[in-house]
């Protein structure tokens, strides 16, 4: 198999991480860096992280509680808060504008 122009070892069910062949059902590549996968592992960025308890949030890792969704790199729940231009507000006293980058408060 070629990886990065190099010829290397194909495991079973090889991809390539930059220049080294790996096995995509024992092993993640993030970034480029390989590491052993575990239950409920991914890679966010060049961060390994727990999905269970972590969520990733362009390419921030952000612990899940309390978090049902992502607004840029922030986590925010959707019951409780609006995520407009990237920004999170409370949504009992915010509202998105029509052109979802402004902010004005609710009446």
Not at 6 to 19: D, Q, T, W
Not at 57 to 63: E, L, P, W
């Amino acid at each position: 198999m070629c990886c990065a122009g190099r010829v290397v070892p194909k495991p079973s069910n090889a991809e390539c991480c930059g220049a080294t062949a790996y096995d995509t059902h024992t092993h993640l590549c993030c970034s480029g860096h390989i590491s052993a996968r575990r239950d409920s592992q991914e890679c966010c960025g060049a961060t390994l992280y727990n999905t269970k308890w972590f969520v990733c949030c362009d390419g921030n890792v952000v612990r899940k509680a309390g978090t049902n969704a992502c607004c840029g790199t922030k986590g925010y729940h959707t019951d409780f808060d609006i995520c407009c231009d990237g920004q999170v507000y409370l949504k009992q006293l915010y509202a998105c504008a029509p052109d979802g980058d402004k902010k004005r408060e609710q009446q």
